[in-house]
């Protein structure tokens, strides 16, 4: 309701932005990047016959070079898609069917209990096909180790998925040493790199990792777009069939703004990477520091380390969770899982041994490149007045 002539306009306070791993804003660089490619350039990269449509597939071979350049592969290794969820659904479909295909018959499959739906989802759907599907549970620090994922290695297994960072707990899985063993096993791995990429170093063929999913929303980019980057050769059956384009694995006419964009958001945030870590860094850590000397009840989700700089997911030990959300909801944005998950008890807490009253009074706080030392003290500000509140009610 727009306020009566005289009266004075109610001055609505934001509430603090801590939600910054459901998604980011597009980097203004990002957004400019984009600009001539909406109307101005509206070429089809696919239209070679003529001078419009050559002009955007130049844009979007110089857009895929920059990407693999940012990765360490090869531009060839890059198929764009339209997010991390469609790329963890082409590598895991797509590479367990064709190598059923070959063989003859279904094989083992690997991963964690913790990952995203993004990868479980099409996981339990291979089930579904006839694979078998071992799900490895963390230990209470959320991370697996090589022992671990040694013990579930069975002769057929083909193909194992690690997370590279959690999107709920921010830790960070060993990947260089379960793509060693993997490579050493001749299994293929695949990691969901959505909240990795431009957040931590990602050299994918370093680590051993053969398919690797990416997202343009997590670092600044536009959302709609991601990309699946792929070992050289690697058996891959396309789960859409029509016009060819990247390699015939993922046929559709290309979004060329959002591939510009992509490119562009992954290379900012390649460029202040170590300098953005150490910073938000330090303020997570302070916001840690300052919510256990506010809450006594107050107890961390996952290992502090190895883990993303910019998260921190902690629970409130005997509160309500229901009240505890809704009465944060107007003066701070955060999350109490994965933005995806829809208000259902986090399955990642659960994995980790906290119940089902424990995982809901749970808070995910990302940062931001904007975050800064006052948000941080207005956070725990708010979330010890909160938790005092609710308590003094029981
Ligand atoms: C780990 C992880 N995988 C996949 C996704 C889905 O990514 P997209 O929105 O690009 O499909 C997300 C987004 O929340 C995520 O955090």
Redesign the pocket.
């Known amino acids: 309701m727009l306020p009566s002539p005289g009266q004075q306009p109610i001055q609505r306070i934001a509430p603090i932005a801590l939600d910054f791993?459901?998604t980011t804003p597009c980097d203004p660089a990002v957004v400019a990047a984009m600009e001539p490619w909406w109307e101005l350039q509206w070429g089809n990269p696919s239209s070679r016959q003529h001078r419009l449509g050559l002009t955007a597939a130049a844009a979007v071979s110089d857009a895929r070079e920059r990407l693999a350049h940012c990765l360490e592969v090869d531009p060839e290794q890059v198929v764009f898609t339209?997010?991390?969820?469609?790329a963890?659904n082409l590598a895991l479909l797509g590479h367990a069917r064709a190598i059923a295909e070959r063989r003859g018959r279904p094989g083992h499959l690997i991963s964690l209990s913790t990952e995203?739906h993004?990868?479980l989802d099409p996981l339990q759907q291979l089930r579904r096909e006839g694979f078998r599907l071992t799900l490895l549970d963390p230990g209470a620090d959320g991370l697996i180790d090589l022992a671990q994922l040694e013990d579930a290695l069975q002769s057929d297994t083909v193909l194992v998925s690690v997370?590279a960072a959690n999107?709920e707990i921010g830790v960070l899985q060993p990947l260089a040493q379960l793509g060693a063993l993997c490579q050493e096993r001749g299994i293929s791995l695949h990691s969901?790199a959505?909240?990795a990429f431009g957040h931590i170093p990602l050299p994918i063929p370093a680590l051993g990792v053969d398919m690797a999913?990416l997202?343009?929303?997590?670092l600044y980019g536009p959302k709609g777009i991601?990309a699946l980057i792929l070992k050289p050769g690697i058996a891959l059956q396309p789960l859409q069939y029509g016009g060819g384009q990247e390699q015939g694995l993922r046929p559709g006419t290309l979004p060329v703004p959002l591939i510009i964009g992509l490119a562009k958001a992954a290379e900012s945030a390649l460029a202040d990477r170590e300098e953005r870590s150490d910073r938000l860094q330090r303020l997570r850590n302070q916001l840690w520091q300052g919510l256990q000397q506010a809450l006594p009840g107050v107890v961390l989700n996952g290992a502090l380390a190895p883990r993303l700089p910019h998260n921190l997911n902690i629970t409130v030990m005997g509160v309500n969770g229901n009240r505890l959300q809704s009465k944060l909801r107007s003066r701070l944005q955060c999350s109490s899982g994965?933005?995806?998950s829809a208000g259902r008890p986090s399955h990642v807490l659960r994995a980790l041994g906290r119940s089902q009253d424990e995982a809901g009074a749970s808070l995910r706080l990302s940062l931001g490149r904007t975050t800064t030392a006052a948000d941080i003290n207005g956070a725990i500000a708010v979330i010890k007045e909160v938790v005092n509140s609710l308590s003094n009610q029981d």
């Open positions: 791993q459901a339209s997010g991390a969820t469609e963890n995203h993004a990868v997370m999107n969901d959505a909240q999913s997202s343009g929303h997590k991601g994965s933005a995806c």
